[in-house]
């Protein structure tokens, strides 16, 4: 990604365009090594309320957790649930299975390298999907939103958590300084929660930002179950 496609309104960056895949891993090769100690301790209050809103969710059921990275979250998901995981990173996921392999983790059943614009996974599989910190991360967020929804069975939960940019104040104006460095960084500092909000079947049941510093935000969807869906007039 190049700093011409920042997307701007009256001179300030609204927007970043595509991140290509190929950067994403450069990226996250660069970051595997020091992930758990810098971004993982920040972002360890929303993985653990994320994955304590799943236990509660369901008394037993399979989780898809996309964008699994390290396998930070893993050890935080109940014993009662199967958790399947996906990543882009192939360095990030032998840290993900050195952790279920040292830990003892018999609930994760699979750890896959897989595009999460592609998921290789039938329709309706899964009774949770989770993606924490991913979406501005991908090179196509809708689309992901898209893939999440397609693989989550009806009745069941898309639940994000992500950070969301702000247009004011000092940390709108950091973000907005930070956007140029996106293809080194690997994510985007300006991103706005419209791009998550793209899919017809899912129902946004809460949202609330979380610690430290409201800084992540969960956002909870319901995929409307197939009796729900509106009956086209003749």
Request: hydrophobic content about 40%.
């Amino acid at each position: 990604m190049r700093v011409d496609h920042l997307e701007r309104s009256n001179g300030l960056i609204v927007g970043i365009g595509r991140i290509e895949e190929d950067v994403v891993k450069v990226a996250y090769r660069r970051w595997a090594p020091i992930y758990d100690h810098t971004f993982g301790r920040v972002s360890t209050e929303g993985r653990k309320h994320a994955a304590e809103v799943i236990n509660q969710s369901i008394d037993s059921g399979r989780v898809l957790e996309v964008g699994v990275g390290t396998g930070l979250a893993l050890a935080d998901y109940g014993r009662h649930l199967e958790i399947i995981g996906i990543d882009l990173s192939p360095d990030m996921l032998d840290k993900a299975r050195e952790r279920v392999a040292k830990d003892g983790l018999d609930h994760v059943t699979g750890l896959h390298e897989m595009d999460a614009g592609d998921l290789q996974f039938p329709d309706n599989a899964f009774d949770i999907v989770t993606a924490m910190f991913v979406m501005t991360v991908v090179p196509e967020p809708e689309r992901v939103m898209r893939e999440l929804a397609r693989v989550t069975r009806p009745g069941g939960e898309v639940l994000i958590v992500n950070h969301f940019s702000q247009t004011e104040g000092v940390r709108g104006w950091v973000e907005r300084r930070m956007a140029p460095f996106a293809e080194i960084i690997g994510w985007r500092s300006v991103f706005d929660q419209s791009r998550v909000l793209v899919c017809d079947d899912l129902t946004l049941t809460e949202r609330k930002a979380l610690r430290p510093w409201g800084i992540f935000t969960m956002m909870r969807f319901k995929k409307r179950a197939e009796q729900e869906r509106p009956i086209a007039a003749e």
